[in-house]
Structure formats: structure tokens, C-alpha cells
């Protein structure tokens, strides 16, 4: 099974920051990387597929990059709504495997 | 809109059964893969299975493998989970899922609210 390590865990940022978050492969995923962002007591909700492209109808100040083994989820100009936590997933090979979440507290 | 409304969770004792259902609406159902997620109390994210639209393609993750049955009924536009010899690693919140586009396998793009399920004596 392809393994996801996200880092950091968690992180405390301010309204209006930028904040990165990294999400690595234990192998090759090309670009079939999603991004989902969970709030707390809800479903999930896809931001990011195929490594950078933006879902219909989420801020555009969430954007996605990365190919290979190494990803990144940025969000510009953080907001209070932002305080979520946020899982990336491989899709390239079965099983589908998410990483373990980043916790985004708005401080 | 797409909904996914599952039902079916609840408490049920070590080595017993339960099958989920979730009822789609909002798009054609029979075209596009779902899936199964799951999440333990206070843990991650875990996809557990998938079939595709024309049920042509199964596939389960090892921790469920010969306990867990993904099916579908396209006439009645549903998606069923039947879930055998439950043990307590099996407690968490099950999401019935959709596929982003018709032919995504791999990208969720849609999500149930989810059915909780305890596995307990």
C-alpha cells in the first residue's frame, strides 16, 4: 500500500496568513493527489483533484502543486472558516489511502 | 444537487451483521463509481471499498476483505454495504461517496453526511 505523510500535524496561524502543507508519497502517485478539507462533525469536501486543480466553488485562495512523491495545499489569506482539518489522498493504486490529516486551529 | 443519504448504522454486538444503504440522487447514478469511507472515532479518514457504475470492477481494502460486500441496485439508484463478523475495530462513522466525474475511480467528489456504527457488547 502507498503510504501519505502529511506534516505538520497541526498548526496555529492568524487571519490573513499563508499557510503550505505537505503531503508525501512512499511512492510515485504522478498527480493523482486530492485534497479534502473536514470541519469538525461534517463530511469531508474535495478542495484539490489531480494534484492542482481547484474544485468548482472553493475559494480560489486554496491552490495545490506537486507531481512524483512530494505535494503542497496552500491557502492564501487564511479566514476564520478555514479552521478545519485537512486530508490529502492518493489515487493512483488501490487501496486509496489518505494521509493523516493536518488540524488548522485559527488562532 | 447530488445527495447521498446512507442509512443502517447502529450498535450491533461483536460477530454480528449490519448493511448499510445509501440513496443517491441528483445525477445518473448507474454511471459513476462509489464508495465506501470510513473514520473511526477521533481518527482519519479510511477507504474501505469501491464498485464501479456497471459493477464491472470491485474492490475492498485488506481490513475488510471477506467480511465486507460493496453492491449496488441502479433501478433504485442505492448503494449497500453488507458488513460481516464486526469487530470493534469496525466502530466508525461509514460515508457512502461518489466519484467526481463519470469516469473517476479514484477522486471522491461528493460525500453522504454518514451513519454512525458501534460495534459493541
Known amino acids: 500500500d502507498i503510504q501519505m505523510t502529511q506534516s505538520p500535524s497541526s498548526l496555529s496561524a492568524s487571519v490573513g496568513d499563508r499557510i503550505t502543507i505537505t503531503c508525501r508519497a512512499s511512492q510515485t502517485i504522478v498527480n493523482y493527489l486530492s485534497w479534502y478539507q473536514q470541519r469538525p462533525g461534517k463530511a469531508p469536501n474535495l478542495l484539490i483533484y489531480m494534484a492542482s486543480s481547484l474544485q468548482s466553488g472553493v475559494p480560489s485562495r486554496f491552490s495545490g502543486s506537486g507531481s512524483g512523491t512530494v505535494f503542497t495545499l496552500t491557502i492564501n489569506n487564511l479566514q476564520p472558516e478555514d479552521s478545519a482539518t485537512y486530508y490529502c489522498q492518493q489515487g493512483n493504486t488501490i487501496p486509496l489511502t489518505f494521509g493523516g490529516g493536518t488540524t488548522v486551529e485559527i488562532k | 444537487d447530488v445527495q447521498l443519504v446512507e442509512s443502517g448504522g447502529g450498535l450491533v454486538q461483536p460477530g454480528g451483521s449490519l448493511r448499510l444503504s445509501c440513496t443517491a440522487s441528483?445525477?445518473?447514478?448507474?454511471?459513476?463509481?462509489m464508495h465506501w469511507v470510513r473514520q473511526a472515532p477521533g481518527k482519519g479518514l479510511l477507504w474501505v471499498s469501491r464498485i464501479k457504475g456497471d459493477e464491472s470492477i470491485i474492490n475492498h481494502a485488506d481490513s475488510v476483505r471477506g467480511r465486507f460486500t460493496i453492491s449496488r441496485d441502479n433501478a433504485k439508484s442505492t448503494l449497500y454495504l453488507q458488513m460481516n463478523s464486526l469487530g470493534a475495530e469496525d466502530t466508525a462513522v461509514y460515508y457512502c461517496?461518489?466519484?467526481?466525474?463519470?469516469?473517476?475511480?479514484?477522486?471522491?467528489?461528493?460525500w453522504g453526511r454518514g451513519t454512525p456504527v458501534t460495534v459493541s457488547s
Open positions: 461517496a461518489r466519484g467526481l466525474f463519470d469516469y473517476s475511480g479514484s477522486t471522491i467528489g461528493w
Open positions: 441528483g445525477f445518473p447514478f448507474s454511471s459513476y463509481w
